[in-house]
Every structure is written in structure tokens, then in C-alpha cells.
């Protein structure tokens, strides 16, 4: 392990119980990614993929072990402090998009940036600015219903790149569209790892949506079976 | 805590308009009749409150639409020893213009000396008023309100057609009093109870009936002891009284309705718990179909606090539109409500409305409050919109 880690996990253990049954989906896990890393997470359903990267945004705490960010414990955080950190370094892309559809793209992209000491004429230009970056500036007063599948999920990009956060985690972003929609995500994702320095973990089923990090990891069980591509 | 949302919620108002209205409208409706019923039940109770304590009265046993003759009045002056004024009213019914209950308000042949110095003390009336009504046969005078409904002016005319009584009679309006107090309405006709009798009389109809001989005392302390004596004299007569203090004899006229402030305060209680557990059923449908949201909301680093001021708000804000809305109609219907009770609508009937409407925002918004507060980020998201 390098020490440019910019997100290390050590000996992570994550338990769920369902009634007297205990499921150890993660089992001293250790892994690091570097500050500026585009790497993408691999492996069969079910092995605890999603599960990484909810530890990583601190969206969920491990029973065992710890998630460090920048030096920074961040289970040890109370919650309301991780919410704090989360809103400041991390952006999140899920598969399913996740806008909010009672808002428009502009208002979406807008959202997180409420949490921020911007005023509101600063927030609509920085919105505005994050929908030109992932090519949608003629959609901005459109509503998620009103939107092709890949436009939703660059409106979600726009929204995570929104606070400009050092991390992006994206949860099978590609998981739900066409193969040139995808192509128009994976590409936007290296632009802003290679341009803007965005470090990313990219959760994939796709061979070839992987082969656009500089390395992969292969997950089996809760443990790293397999790594390839050289540490960036 | 950061900054909130707002936005938001005014967006989900927008998505939602007829959620959002009907939540408005049943709050709307519960707070309005809140108000009503409240206006009219502490109407009525004022009124009764009003009553003076130096005043009696007395009416037959059998019923208090039952007559009695004309002679009890020196036997019940000599019984009072000076202790008290007093007057005599008899109930004419009759029609004015046609049968419209409209029309069908107080009316009342009595002696205007007397009745002056028994009911005078509450009244507004000018002594040229009192004056032409003493010295005019046909002279009647009429409280403020029944001016207004009737449109009624001093030296207009009103003819009564008898049906308790024979005959006719037409009177002109020579005084349009107004009360200090509520117990004494504003709806009335007064005139001379001479000019009533004989009109009768000469139709071949009832003479000499008295509804009720009221007293206004001296002293108070006397009512027991007076109302008992007159009792008592009339025991065994073929008309035997009933005296009671005003407020009593007030209090029996209100009960005819039975236990109204009761029933209809359990009415009121039962209409606002249905509209809370519509308002609360609402919430809650809104938090749940917003769970998704709100675990993207919480990964977008919004707190605990922050989601709960929001849901709170958004509760608060409808149930609160709606109570205003119901308070701003009940404050401007002020005046007569129902029949009988004059009631202007107290303040504290405004605040109580206001403040209903407020718990019922904030009880309707602690369910989906805690469910959302309570709500795990992964939990939220693994559930598909
Ligand atoms: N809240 C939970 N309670 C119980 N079990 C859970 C919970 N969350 C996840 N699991 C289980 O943990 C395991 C790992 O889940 P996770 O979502 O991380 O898998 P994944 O690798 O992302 O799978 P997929 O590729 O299908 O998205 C699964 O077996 C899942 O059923
Ligand atoms: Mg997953």
C-alpha cells in the first residue's frame, strides 16, 4: 500500500444479522485507493460490492476495523459529522440515478450545493456550470420524467460533481442503460478522473466498463481475489 | 443545522396540488365548525352569565307557554312589600307579512312604565322614545337588530295578525333600542299590553293573559325568599307559579335543546379527530412514498434535523393554511348564527381555532417526522421509487 492513499480500508468486517442468522459480508478487509485513482470493483452479485462503497461514503459503518479518508477515521465520526464530511468530499452515482422528480435537473444538481456557504445566485451558476460539464445545457428546466435514461444519470453525475468532492462512488452507473449511453458515462468518468483529478471507485458487471480504470479489483466472498493493473 | 430544503417541499405541494388541497380542506372544514359550535356554545353561556341576579321571574307550573290572568298582579305586588318593580309580558305570536320563520321573532304586549323600570337599566332607548311609547296606544318600540332584518325605520308601521289572540293590531314604531347585555336580544317588539287585551277582547278572543311577571329587586339577597312566598301563595290556586332568578328561567328556555354545549362538544372533539387521523394518514402516505428521497437526500449529507424540520413544516404549513382559512370565516360571519343566540365570535375562539390547527400540524407530523429521522441511508436507497 502506497502512501498517497487517499481511502484505506484495514481489516473491515461487516456483519448483517438476519434474526439469529449472521452474514459475514466482509471479512478483515484491507484495501487502499490512491489520491487521482480510477478503480473499478468487480465480482459476483451478492459478495458485498454495494457494501464497499456505502463503508467508503460513510453512508454505513463497519463492525470491524477501520475506513480512513485523507488520515481520517470516518466511522469515528458522530453522524451528523459524517453527514458534514460526506456533503464536503464525496459524491455519489448509483445505478437507478436516484434525481429527486419533483425537481427540475437545475434544481437537482442544485441540491447538495444548498449545503454549502454559497448564495443562491452562486449555487444556480455552479449548477448550471456542472449540467455544461456533462454536456446537458440545454436541459436544465427539464424534470427527471422528461429525460432519457442516460440523460438522468449525466444529471446525477452533474449532481455529484456539484460540491466538487475529491471522491466520486459510483454504483454501477452503466448498470441500467444502453451501450452508447454508457459509453457517454464511462467517458465523462475517465474526463473527470484524467482532467479534473477526480479520484473514483466504479462498482461494474462490465469487462469492458472496467477497462477504462487504471485498475480492478475482483471480489469474491468479502475478499479481494484478484487485482489487476498496476497502482496508479 | 444547515441550510433546509425548502424548495422542496413547495415542489412536492406543486406535484401533489390536490393531496395538498384536500389535506387543507379537511382541516378547513374540521377548525370551521370548531369555531361555529364553539361561538354558539359560549354565546349561550355569556348570555346566561349576564343575567342579572336581582331579577325573577314568574311563570306558570304547567308550561312556560301556559297563561296566566291578569289579577295575580296586585296579589304578587302586595306580596312583594316594595321590594320590587314589576311587569308583566304576554307572548303574542301572531304573523307578520306571511308564516317565513324570518319573520317570526319576539313579540311581547307589556306596560311601558313598568317595563321601564324593571328592564330600562339595560337598556338604550331615548327618553322621547320611552315618552311617545307611554303616550301612544298603538306605539311599539323595537331593538336594533330586528331594524336592520326587517328593515324597519321610526314611524314605519307593523301589523300583527293574532293567532294566540283574535284581531288585529298595528302598531307604529316609536323607539329602536339596543341592550348592554346579551341576555336581553335585540330582536324584539315591545308594545302596549292595554291596546294588546283589548283588540283581543273586542274579536271575541282571550283577555287578560300574562306569559310571565318579571321583578327586578332591590336587593338580590330578596330573590330566595320573595320567589318562594309567591310560590307559596299560589299553591293551592288554580295557577300555581314557578319563580325562578332570570338566569335560571334562562337556563330552562336553553335546556328545551337538551345538553347542547355537551353534545356539541363532543361533535366537535369527534369531527377534529377524524380530520387528524386524515391529515396524519396523508403524512405519513407522503414520508413513505418519499423514502428513496430521503436516503438521497441524507447521502447528499442533509441531517437528521434538517429532514425532520422539513416534514414538520410541511404539516404544519397545510394544517395551519387551513385553520387560518376556517378562522378567517368564522371572525367574518360574526354576528347571529342560529336562531336565538347572538354570539360574536371571542377571541379566544380565534386563538383556540389557531391552535388547534397548529397541534393538529404538529400530531399529524410526528409519525412520518420520526419515520424519516429514523430512516437508515442504505436501507432508504435498497428500496426501489
Ligand atoms: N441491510 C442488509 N441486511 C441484510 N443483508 C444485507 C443487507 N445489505 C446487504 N445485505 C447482503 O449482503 C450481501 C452483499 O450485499 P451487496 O449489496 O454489497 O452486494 P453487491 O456485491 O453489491 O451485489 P450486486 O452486484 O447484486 O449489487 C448480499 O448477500 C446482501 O443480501
Ligand atoms: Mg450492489
Redo the contacts with the bound molecule.
Keep these: 500500500m502506497s502512501d498517497n492513499a487517499l481511502l484505506r480500508f484495514q481489516g473491515v468486517d461487516k456483519i448483517?444479522?438476519?434474526g439469529d442468522e449472521e452474514?459475514h459480508?466482509l471479512a478483515g478487509l484491507d484495501m487502499a485507493v490512491n489520491a487521482g485513482e480510477f478503480l473499478a470493483l468487480m465480482?459476483?452479485?451478492?459478495?458485498?460490492?454495494?457494501?464497499?462503497l456505502?463503508l467508503a461514503g460513510g453512508l454505513d459503518t463497519p463492525d470491524a476495523g477501520t475506513v480512513t479518508f485523507g488520515g481520517e477515521d470516518i466511522g469515528a465520526l458522530s453522524d451528523a459529522g459524517r453527514a458534514g464530511w460526506r456533503s464536503r468530499n464525496v459524491g455519489f452515482i448509483f445505478q437507478a440515478y436516484n434525481l429527486i422528480p419533483v425537481l427540475t435537473a437545475r434544481q437537482n444538481v442544485a441540491l447538495p450545493l444548498l449545503l454549502t456557504p454559497l448564495g443562491s445566485k452562486a449555487r444556480k451558476e455552479q449548477a448550471e456550470r456542472a449540467l455544461r460539464i456533462v454536456g446537458l445545457g440545454d436541459r436544465m428546466e427539464h424534470y427527471p420524467n422528461q429525460l432519457s435514461g442516460g440523460q438522468e444519470q449525466r444529471v446525477a453525475s452533474a449532481r455529484a460533481l456539484a460540491t466538487d468532492p475529491r471522491l466520486l462512488l459510483a454504483?454501477?452507473p452503466t448498470g441500467d442503460l444502453d451501450a452508447t449511453s454508457a459509453k457517454d458515462i464511462l467517458d465523462l468518468l475517465q474526463r473527470l478522473n484524467r482532467e479534473n483529478g477526480k479520484t473514483i471507485v466504479m462498482?461494474t458487471?462490465d469487462p469492458a466498463a472496467a477497462e477504462r480504470a487504471h485498475r480492478t479489483l475482483k471480489?469474491d466472498k468479502g475478499r479481494l481475489v484478484h487485482s489487476t493493473g498496476a497502482a496508479h | 443545522m444547515g441550510r433546509i430544503p425548502w424548495r422542496l417541499m413547495f415542489a412536492h405541494f406543486r406535484r401533489n396540488k390536490l393531496r395538498a388541497a384536500l389535506t387543507v380542506g379537511s382541516v378547513f372544514m374540521a377548525v370551521l365548525i370548531f369555531g361555529f359550535l364553539r361561538t354558539f356554545i359560549v354565546g349561550m353561556e355569556t348570555s346566561l352569565a349576564e343575567c342579572s341576579a336581582n331579577r325573577i321571574i314568574s311563570a306558570s307550573r304547567l308550561s312556560l307557554f301556559a297563561h296566566m290572568p291578569k289579577s295575580l298582579e296586585p296579589e304578587i305586588t302586595e306580596l312583594a312589600e316594595g321590594k320590587a318593580e314589576i311587569t308583566a309580558f304576554t307572548w303574542y305570536g301572531g304573523i307578520y307579512i306571511d308564516s317565513d320563520p324570518k319573520h317570526y321573532w319576539g313579540r311581547f304586549g307589556t306596560h311601558p312604565e313598568s317595563f321601564k323600570k324593571v328592564y330600562g337599566p339595560d337598556l338604550i332607548l331615548e327618553e322621547d322614545a320611552w315618552q311617545k311609547w307611554t303616550d301612544l296606544r298603538q306605539g311599539c318600540i323595537i331593538g336594533s337588530d330586528l331594524a336592520n332584518d326587517e328593515n324597519l325605520k321610526l314611524g314605519d308601521r307593523v301589523h300583527l295578525t293574532g293567532n294566540i289572540f283574535s284581531g288585529e293590531v298595528d302598531l307604529e314604531v316609536v323607539g329602536i333600542y339596543r341592550s348592554k347585555v346579551r341576555s336581553f336580544d335585540q330582536k324584539t317588539l315591545f308594545f302596549n299590553w292595554d291596546y294588546l287585551n283589548e283588540t283581543s277582547k273586542a274579536a271575541g278572543g282571550r283577555k287578560d293573559c300574562v306569559s310571565t311577571y318579571c321583578m327586578l329587586l332591590k336587593n338580590a339577597a330578596d330573590s330566595g325568599p320573595l320567589s318562594a312566598k309567591i310560590d307559596a301563595a299560589f299553591e293551592n290556586s288554580p295557577h300555581r307559579t314557578m319563580t325562578q332568578t332570570e338566569r335560571a328561567f334562562q337556563a330552562q328556555f336553553n335546556s328545551m335543546w337538551g345538553n347542547l354545549p355537551l353534545f356539541f362538544g363532543i361533535l366537535g372533539g369527534v369531527v377534529l379527530l377524524a380530520c387528524l387521523m386524515v391529515t396524519t394518514n396523508t403524512m405519513m402516505l407522503n414520508a413513505r412514498e418519499r423514502i428513496q428521497e430521503t436516503g438521497v437526500l441524507k447521502t447528499l449529507g442533509f441531517t437528521k434535523g434538517t429532514l425532520l424540520v422539513l416534514t414538520l413544516t410541511e404539516s404544519l404549513l397545510l394544517c395551519m393554511f387551513g385553520g387560518l382559512l376556517a378562522m378567517f370565516i368564522v371572525q367574518s360571519v360574526d354576528g347571529e348564527i342560529l336562531m336565538f343566540v347572538i354570539a360574536s365570535v371571542p377571541p379566544s375562539t380565534i386563538w383556540l381555532g389557531l391552535g388547534i390547527a397548529t397541534a393538529l400540524g404538529l400530531v399529524s407530523g410526528f409519525f412520518p417526522a420520526r419515520l424519516v429521522s429514523r430512516l437508515e441511508i442504505?436501507?432508504a436507497l435498497?428500496r426501489r421509487a
Design positions: 448483517y444479522k438476519r452474514l459480508v465480482g459476483p452479485s451478492g459478495c458485498g460490492k454495494s457494501t464497499i456505502n454504483d454501477e462498482v458487471h471480489l | 442504505v436501507e435498497r
